[in-house]
């Protein structure tokens, strides 16, 4: 015959027993009400913070590679603030890692509009036009970035190879030299002067510049192959360029 247990159990046991059952409930109630409040009120607080912070989740964006995102927070961004050259140069930098020319052009355009001294809004937008084979556009954004920042290296590297790829060789080689004063143990800037000066059909020169380079570093397979088809032709008395194989003007990193 079963028994009913809770019967064995004294009055007051039981009492006590529903009243600090009682107590718990009230207490996980009162705790999940204010719990609801508090998330409540931060889920508000950050909605707002979002809304007034598209520049900083735009910038957020960009810099963890989603470019996708970052185009549609600082579009909205520029609804709330379109003064500030800033947004721009950042959504033209979106705009052009995905490969949107135009629009990276036409946002690169209004930063420079709206800060004028904006060296590294003409450092990309005349990067883009030489991309887009527009030499006179680029080189003349480029060198408008340098007048702003005569002192920007970076800036120098890259007009030197764009000169080159425009076709002014002597240019770029008095920029090249010109960074030399101050790099001399550059190996790829003599290797570039190299390659110019064999493109000039200046054998000698082309041979001292490529010596330099070796003396910098002696393993650069690149100027070896370069140096051991200046001499060969060389000795037989001709000099052909093979076309703009130069290495990319920029320093090396350690």
């Known amino acids: 015959m079963e028994r009913n247990i809770s019967l064995s159990v004294p009055k007051k046991l039981r ?3 529903v009243y600090m059952k009682r107590s718990n409930i009230l207490t996980i109630i009162v705790f999940l009400t204010a719990f609801t409040f508090i998330f409540q009120g931060c889920k508000k607080e950050l909605s707002q913070k979002a809304v007034k912070s598209h520049k900083e989740l735009g910038f957020f964006h960009y810099d963890q590679g989603r470019d996708r995102e970052a ?15 800033e947004v721009y140069y950042k959504l033209a930098s979106a705009y052009n890692n995905e490969e949107m020319v135009s629009d990276a052009i036409s ?16 450092y990309e937008l005349g990067l883009i036009y030489i ?28 007009l030197g190879d764009a000169y080159y790829e425009c076709g002014k060789i002597n240019e770029a080689i008095v ?20 390659m110019a000066f064999r493109d000039k059909g200046d054998v ?5 510049a490529c010596n330099k380079a070796l003396a ?24 052909h360029s093979t076309g703009k194989t130069n290495k990319k003007a920029v320093k090396k990193k350690k």
Request: proline residues 5%; hydrophobic residues 35%; aromatic residues 6%.
């Open 175 to 194: 920029v090249w030299e010109s960074l030399l004063k101050n790099n001399p143990a550059d190996s790829i800037l003599h290797y570039n002067l190299a």
């Open 204 to 208: 000698h020169r082309a041979i001292s």
């Open 131 to 158: 991309d887009e084979g527009m030499c006179e556009e680029g080189l003349n954004t480029l060198k408008k970035a340098q007048n702003i920042s005569p002192q920007a290296d970076d800036i120098s590297y890259t």
């Open 216 to 239: 910098i570093d002696p393993n650069d397979t690149e100027v070896k192959k370069l140096l051991e088809q200046l001499t060969k032709n060389n000795k037989a008395g001709s000099i």
């Open 107 to 122: 946002m690169y355009k209004k930063a420079i509009e709206l800060n004028p001294h904006h060296p590294e809004a003409y």
């Open 15 to 17: 009492y006590k027993y």
């Open 71 to 85: 185009i549609e927070e600082l579009k909205k961004a520029i609804l709330d603030n379109a003064a500030d050259p």
